[in-house]
């Protein structure tokens, strides 16, 4: 039966991605199903952390080109070992900035309002700080956010139905940004369908990883997408405030950057200290100062895991832990009023599953007294993101028996409904 232990014990002797755990720093009394926020960290991270630390210690300014992975070309390197998960070339993508610094970039290079095309078109789901961008990109282009950002409705206030998405594809709109995974219900957006209809229309199209990159498949050279951006620290294990990184299709190169820096240079003219930029002739010319060389370095050591372990085999598991999550709540945990908002079949469940339910911030307070380490979003969501290279079938199994215990003993009962500072 599969809601007895041994069915998880089976399938995690049966994992072919189970010696990546070993790996991980993990805490024994914690079930951590929050690697959708921050990723834990790996030795092969720490062990590249240190690796850059000692060039700084050996070869202080000369680490710039001495070394095992000199900081001149770390942010090219870092691309080359992140685009097989995005289905890129090397050449474009780079290692830059943060997520929302990225986006400001790319919008200041590819919205180009001109004639009646001045409006940008979002969804009403997306995660805040993508708006906020959005809007002040508008501003600075003397556009008001309130008549020119376009925000998609959600009809379940969870999901985005790819055929509205289209209906709201105008004349009027330049540019388009959404996510790849929505950031509560998990939903992967159809990006290819999405990238062709916005390219019938001469619509530019962007898309947010952030939710979506080390945890499903993208194409996006196939595709077509015309750019896309994301953090390193949720599903790619980089740590907190690991730099983040940005794509911009090949068909875009030799474009100027929105935003220029001496980093944006091809690196051949970077020293000759012109006035007048020779912008590099990949996705390197989206890069604007110094890189983080320190919050940078832990994803050579754990780029390299998700290279050993391939993003398909990943996905593979990933489903395997989220189906079988789904399973167990429907078996276990039906009488108590938990609604799964996430998508249920496999091409648009992204890698972590959304409870609702009235009580989900105490709810969280319990879970977290237990051992369960899930997350909390307002005003009512519960995500759990059982995570492909560190977490086990075991642990979703104790999961839902710590929560069906909550649940019958009403021991939420003894928190507030109510939001901590960090949710
Ligand atoms: C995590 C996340 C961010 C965070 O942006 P930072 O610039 O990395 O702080 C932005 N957008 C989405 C969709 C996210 O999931």
Redesign the pocket.
């Given at each position: 039966m599969f809601t007895e232990k041994g069915y998880a014990t089976h399938l995690d002797r049966e994992d072919d991605l189970k010696s990546f755990r070993n790996e991980f720093y993990i805490s024994a009394d914690t079930i951590y199903f929050d690697g959708n926020?921050l990723g834990l960290l790996s030795k092969r991270a720490e062990a590249s952390i240190q690796t850059l630390v000692e060039s700084w210690k050996n070869y202080a300014i000369d680490g710039w080109t001495e070394g095992n992975h000199p900081w001149f070309y770390l942010s090219e390197e870092l691309g080359k070992l992140s685009a097989d998960l995005i289905g890129t070339s090397p050449e474009e993508i780079i290692i830059t900035?943060?997520?929302?610094?990225?986006?400001h970039q790319l919008t200041a290079s590819f919205y180009k309002p001109e004639g009646k095309r001045t409006k940008i078109l979002a969804d009403e789901l997306?995660?805040?700080?993508?708006i906020y961008a959005l809007k002040s990109q508008l501003q600075l282009k003397g556009y008001e956010a309130q008549d020119h950002l376009i925000q998609v409705k959600s009809e379940d206030g969870n999901t985005l139905d790819t055929q509205t998405i289209i209906d709201f594809m105008a004349e009027d709109v330049a540019l388009i940004v959404l996510?790849a995974v929505?950031?509560r219900s998990g939903q992967i957006l159809d990006m290819k369908t999405l990238t062709d209809e916005a390219h019938k229309r001469g619509i530019l199209i962007g898309f947010?990883l952030?939710?979506s990159i080390g945890s499903v498949p993208h194409e996006l050279s196939d595709w077509g997408v015309d750019f896309a951006f994301w953090?390193t620290?949720?599903h790619l294990n980089g740590g907190p405030?690991s730099v983040?990184g940005l794509y911009v299709n090949q068909k875009h190169f030799g474009n100027e950057p929105g935003l220029a820096g001496w980093f944006s240079s091809d690196k051949g003219k970077q020293f000759d200290m012109e006035h007048e930029l020779t912008a590099a002739p990949h996705a390197g010319a989206y890069q604007i100062g110094t890189p983080h060389v320190l919050s940078a370095a832990p994803l050579l050591g754990s780029l390299e895991m998700f290279q050993e372990a391939g993003i398909q085999n990943i996905r593979k598991k990933s489903l395997q832990l989220t189906n079988y999550l789904l399973e167990l709540i429907e078996a276990e945990l039906k009488e108590f009023k938990f609604k799964v908002a996430n998508p249920c079949d496999e091409i648009t469940r992204g890698g972590h599953i959304f409870l609702e339910h009235p009580e989900a911030a105490r709810i969280c307070k319990a879970l977290k007294a237990d051992g369960v380490i899930p997350d909390f979003r307002n005003p009512n969501g519960i995500r759990l993101a059982p995570v492909a290279l560190y977490n086990t079938f075991e642990e979703v199994w104790e999961m839902v028996r710590i929560l069906k215990r909550i649940m019958t003993e009403e021991r939420y009962k003894k928190y507030e409904n109510k939001r901590g500072v960090i949710a």
């Open positions: 926020s900035g943060s997520t929302t610094t990225n986006l997306n995660f805040p700080s993508d996510p929505l950031y947010d952030c939710h953090c620290y949720k405030g983040g």
